[in-house]
């Protein structure tokens, strides 16, 4: 990769945190401010930075452009949207749709929820595997070796008292969602939400991607959410029958 291009990109990264000015820009790259001006000036004609006022950067349209076109030419996001729809509508909770890409899951679509309370998230945020419902459903969509080898090389960090922090303990719980076709997130991931997830299954029948009913513990616990895990799996299924799964055959 040429320097320009891993100085533009780590441009691009920098401002992915916030709006920032040359000379935030120019220290976080490590280049001279006369690079990194030369530098935005070639990603602002393109549309991939562009100056809220005369001092300061933010990341430019033809970004947000492209983040659509690489999520709409995912095939299961379009099969899904429709149920991911009535999920939502029906549980009146936040729905996401989530595929993994290497050791993390990504959100690639959404529903938000129809109540005052709600939790943050975005598509194309990338979550942690060990613990989030999504991430465990994902994993159990992997031959079993490959899903020990990812499991024994993935960073554990205890983001609530709740959260899985070894490699045993997360393959115990891939197991139990082999077992029962669902996942939970009991405040792993954040201790004030916690979430169910199923998969979504190609023509061949492997998990291509999981879909989860997320709930601040303020307005449903944790007996209440499970309520809405049939209603999960039926959905998925549907997907998975768009994408082509026929489970008998």
């Known amino acids: 990769m040429s320097q320009s291009l891993q100085r533009g990109l780590a441009l691009l990264n ?23 001006m030369r530098l935005l000036r070639s990603l602002e004609s393109a549309r991939f930075v562009n100056r809220p006022d005369a001092h300061r950067y933010r990341l430019g349209s033809a970004l947000f452009e492209l983040a659509n076109c690489a999520l709409d030419g995912i095939d299961v996001r379009a099969a899904a949207r429709g149920k991911l729809r009535e999920l939502g509508e029906r549980t009146g909770h936040t729905v996401h749709l989530a595929v993994r890409e290497e050791d993390s899951a990504v959100y ?15 598509t194309g945020a990338r979550a942690p ?107 998925c299924a549907h997907i998975s029958a768009e994408l082509g799964w026929q489970p008998h055959g």
Do not use: I
Not at 15 to 26: I, K, S, T, V
Not at 183 to 189: C, K, S, V
């Open 129 to 235: 595997l060990h613990c989030t419902a999504v991430g465990k459903v994902l994993l159990s969509g992997m031959p079993e070796q490959d899903r020990r080898e990812l499991a024994t090389r993935l960073d554990y960090p205890a983001l609530t008292e709740r959260t899985v922090t070894g490699a045993e303990s997360l393959l115990a719980e891939v197991d139990r969602v082999l077992a029962e076709g669902c996942a939970f997130d009991r405040g792993e991931h954040e201790d004030f939400v916690h979430c169910v997830a199923a998969g979504v299954r190609d023509p061949r029948g492997a998990v291509v991607a999981a879909v989860s009913v997320s709930v601040p513990k303020v307005l449903l616990d944790f007996d209440e959410l499970l309520g809405w895990s049939g209603e999960l799996k039926e959905a």
């Open 108 to 122: 690639v679509d959404k529903v938000d929820s129809s109540r005052s309370v709600r939790m943050y998230s975005r």
């Open 14 to 36: 920098t401002l992915a945190e916030g709006p920032r000015n040359l000379d935030q820009l120019a220290e976080a790259v490590g280049v001279h401010k006369s690079t990194a």
